[in-house]
């Protein structure tokens, strides 16, 4: 009999391997059959200091012995309370307040609703969110519509809110995009959601920190909330703890997961400047913040984030994070023959041929056939390949990575 499990973004009709994996150490996953696969994109870019990092292990070990799961409306916890000590020491001063939820999707729907919460408690009928052309916030219903409408949500378009849709900051484009956001806020928008500096699931599309300082500025102008999604971007993914950095910003929402606990277990936070919190803060019920999920803040996902921070106050990171890049950047600048190579941090991106029919064509899922048949874990976008590896993977494995890319290059796999 086959088995029961339906797959996140398979096309089970097609019949292609799910291999089982049963152990997962530094930047590497060990398969039942034996074999050992290089994790070249970290697992859905969760994993940062690599697999069962030992201290992470040790902490979620350590409070799973101690309390697995509370309620969190009305109760707290030390892993909770610390874990918020912890982000508001080390993210921008001006972030006050932190949300807990349990994915990149809810910290986005948590950011729109605090969002419209703050204009509606403040007596403003202000909806509208803004949004950059090919950006990806997650597949829950709100995230979905802040993202870019394509084959991934069609079918459910009736349930997807509109928005108001500006064009990506290409090279030589930026300033139309500027000049778009400038006149959407005319209009008195809610919010505006961007991924600072790399829309990921977008393409891997870069662009400079000139422009997201720039459009940041113009929603302080006009008065609208700037919602920075640094889901994929945080955690040093860029080259900076936040890319938000990288431009002097500071958004009014945040919204980190992903790496905030070193990729070990689901977590997501939303930090909120104190204004946001304080439109909320009344004697009023009916004006709090209407969410919640039963696993709120749960202390073990919590404690793994604790150890997170710690591996960040106590280990080099960002200079782990510096020389990775460095490393990358050798092997992309000797590959041949792709096309638009780039970098930001520790992403690099290229495509391989030159492919329109992007997520729907044959090359992504034929590429990444060919990467698993060598031993790696790449997940190209159509003919979009990236590679966004743990930030203790060693040489050996990365220039297995870069030749394969050759190689798919060289026979257009
Ligand atoms: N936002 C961004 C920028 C993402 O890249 C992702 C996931 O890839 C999400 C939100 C959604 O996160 P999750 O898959 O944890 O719901």
Known sequence: MTSPVWHPFTQHGLNEPIPLVERAEGAALYTADGRRVVDAISSWWVTTHGHAHPRIMAAITDQAARMDQIIFAGWTHQ??????????????????RVFYSDSGSTSV??????????????GEARHRILVTQHSYHGDTIGAMSVGERGVFNQPYGPLLFDVGTLPFPAAGAEQAT????????????????????????????????????EMAAICARHDVLFIADEVMTGWGRTGTLLACEQAGVVPDLLCLSKGLTGGSLPLAVTMAREAIYDAHLSQDRARM??????????????????ANLAIWRDEPVLERIAALAERQAARLSALKGVRNPRQIGTVTAMEIADDQGRYLSDRGPRLLAFFRDRDLL???????????????????????IYSAIAEACAIQA
Do not use: Q
């Open 178 to 213: 500027l000049d778009a956001l400038e006149a959407a806020c005319r209009e008195a928008p809610a919010a505006f959601i961007v991924e600072p500096l790399l829309l990921g699931a977008g393409g891997m599309l870069i662009y400079p920190p000139r422009v997201l300082a």
């Open 79 to 96: 892993p909770a309370e610390d874990l918020a000590r912890g982000l508001t020491a080390i993210m921008p001063p001006e972030l006050t």
């Open 109 to 122: 729907e948590v950011a729109l609703k605090m969002a419209l919460g703050y204009w509606a408690n403040r």
């Open 289 to 306: 913040f209407f969410h919640s999920s039963s696993y709120t803040a749960n202390p073990i996902a919590c404690a793994a984030a604790n």
């Open 378 to 400: 790449l997940r190209p976008l159509g003919n979009t390949v990236y590679v966004m590896p743990p930030y203790c993977i060693d040489d050996a494995d990365l220039d297995r």
